[in-house]
Each structure stands twice: as structure tokens, then as C-alpha cells.
């Protein structure tokens, strides 16, 4: 049995000096890479929808490791709630080396019945959101010169997800958009990545039906559902220094159920 690695800093990421902003921290795949960000020197940014759930939570986390964070609580979905966020982590840290786009949501129903608000909801978190977030951090790395953003994407996105049309449009949006950010911020330094996410153990998948469950275990080559830490561990090294030369990538952190 090989060793134990997750959750561990890696040793080619020293992320010292740098200061961090990631989204939907407070749990799940958000509050793993909080943490490994950390790890790895990192000074965090955590944001989430709740302040104190975020301070007794993962910021209490890293910093119970000896790690620097602070919460910040917002709604995403909403654009002046961003700019607000955005401005309040600028004028605590004064700089964003990174940006991760985690926050996210599922509203699951088969298209053909699906509600508007169901379709809407999603669009609007998961891809406005994500657009907002990466619109106001990006004119703060161009002014540094310097940007590392991390949008996290899903399998859903690059294969489709029965039951997810809202979902997996979303998702296929921020991979054009990260894509987009790669070509247009690529001048001032700025790199754009996705992270595609396959099934992985968090809250959102505790929520789906067994039958679910088994089926998705049928595709993954791995037969298993990932865990945070593994997400966490691809997105600190895109996040560093040195991933200099990727950009507009969509790395799939799947279990194989992509290829
Ligand atoms: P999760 O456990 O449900 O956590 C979602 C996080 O997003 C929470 O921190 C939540 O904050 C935050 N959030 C949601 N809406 C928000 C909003 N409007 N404003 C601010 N924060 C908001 O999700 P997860 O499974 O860790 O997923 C994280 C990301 O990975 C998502 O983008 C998801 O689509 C993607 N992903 C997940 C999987 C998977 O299998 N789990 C697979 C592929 C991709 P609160 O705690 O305040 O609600």
C-alpha cells in the first residue's frame, strides 16, 4: 500500500507570501483547498454565505494549524455583493495572488420538467457568479501583474450529467470563460485554469439517490468517488508559481470517468 499523500503540502508548492481568495470555503471541496492553500503558505481569503459558520470553521482551522485566514460572507450570486467582498479582501490583504471559484450549487431535474427558477438559480451562481468574481479579482492581478485564477468546473460540464442541464450548461460556461480569461489576461501575467472535478465525498453528492450513486460508480474507471484533499492538491499547484506555462486548461481530476 503506497504512503499516504493527501493532505499533505507538496513539496514543489511553496505558496509563502501569497495571498488567497476562495470560494465557498465554509465545507466540501472549498474548506480542503482552504486548507491546502495554507499548507502551502498561503494567507487565505475564505468566503461563504455565513461569517461566523466560516470563523468557527475552516478559518478556525487554519488557523488552529498555525496558518493565516479571514471569513468574508456574501452572496456571489449577486454582483454588487462581489464587488463588496472583493473590496473588503483588497483592502485587508492588498493583493490576490490567487482566485479560486468554488462556490456552487445543484438544482437537479430532467430538462424537460425543469422550472425556471431551478435553471435560473444555477446559471446564476455558477456561472455569473463566477464571471463577477473573476471580472473584479482580474483588474486586481492586472494591476499586480501577477494572477493565478483556479475556476473549479465539473465532469458534468465536459461529458453532460443526466438531470443536470442547468448544472452541466454552467459548468460548460466556465470553461469557456476560463478559457476566454486565458487569452485575454495571458499579457499581464495572469494565468486561467479549470479544475474538473469528478464525483467526489461532500455534502452535494451525500444528497443524491443511491441509484445515482451506483450508477456513476459504474463509469469511474477508479471505482471510487474522490475526496476533497484529491481536488485540493491539483488546484495548489496550478495555483503556484510554478504552473507558469499552463493556461486555458480544463485538468479533469475524475477518477478516468472523463476520457
Ligand atoms: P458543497 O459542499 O455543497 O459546498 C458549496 C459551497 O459553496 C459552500 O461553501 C457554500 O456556502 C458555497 N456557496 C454556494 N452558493 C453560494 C453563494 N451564492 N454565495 C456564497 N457561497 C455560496 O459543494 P462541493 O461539493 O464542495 O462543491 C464545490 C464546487 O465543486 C462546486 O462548484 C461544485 O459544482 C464543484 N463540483 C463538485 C463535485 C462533487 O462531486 N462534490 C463534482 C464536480 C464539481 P454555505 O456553506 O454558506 O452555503
Not at 488557523?63 to 493565516?68: E, L
Not at 452535494?204 to 471510487?224: F, H, S, V
Request: hydrophobic fraction near 45%; charged fraction near 20%.
Amino acid at each position: 500500500m503506497a504512503k499516504e499523500t493527501i493532505g499533505f503540502k507538496p513539496t514543489n508548492v511553496d505558496l509563502t507570501g501569497q495571498f488567497a481568495l476562495v470560494t465557498g470555503a465554509s465545507r466540501g471541496i472549498g474548506r480542503a483547498i482552504a486548507l491546502q492553500l495554507s499548507r502551502c503558505g498561503a494567507t487565505v481569503g475564505c468566503v461563504s454565505t455565513n461569517k461566523e459558520k466560516l470563523e468557527a470553521g475552516t478559518v478556525a482551522e487554519i488557523r488552529a494549524a498555525g496558518g493565516t485566514a479571514e471569513a468574508f460572507a456574501g452572496d456571489l450570486s449577486n454582483v454588487e455583493e462581489v464587488n463588496r467582498i472583493v473590496g473588503e479582501v483588497e483592502a485587508a490583504f492588498g493583493k490576490i495572488h490567487i482566485l479560486v471559484n468554488n462556490a456552487g450549487i445543484t438544482r437537479d431535474d430532467i430538462a424537460f420538467a425543469m422550472e425556471d427558477a431551478k435553471w435560473h438559480d444555477v446559471i446564476q451562481t455558477n456561472l455569473n457568479g463566477v464571471f463577477y468574481c473573476c471580472r473584479t479579482v482580474s483588474r486586481v492581478m492586472m494591476r499586480q501583474r501577477y494572477g493565478r485564477i483556479v475556476n473549479i468546473a465539473s465532469v458534468s460540464g465536459i461529458i453532460g450529467n443526466f438531470g443536470q442541464a442547468n448544472y452541466s450548461a454552467a459548468k460548460a460556461g466556465v470553461i469557456a470563460l476560463t478559457r476566454v480569461l486565458a487569452k485575454e489576461l495571458s499579457g499581464r501575467n495572469i494565468t486561467a485554469n479549470a479544475v474538473a472535478p469528478g464525483f467526489i465525498e461532500t455534502d452535494m453528492t451525500a444528497a443524491l439517490k443511491p441509484e445515482i450513486k451506483e450508477k456513476a460508480m459504474a463509469i469511474i474507471p477508479l471505482k471510487r468517488f474522490g475526496k476533497p484533499e484529491e481536488i485540493a492538491d491539483a488546484v495548489s499547484w496550478v495555483a503556484s508559481p510554478g504552473a507558469s506555462y499552463l493556461t486555458g486548461q480544463v485538468i479533469a481530476v475524475d477518477g478516468g470517468m472523463s476520457y
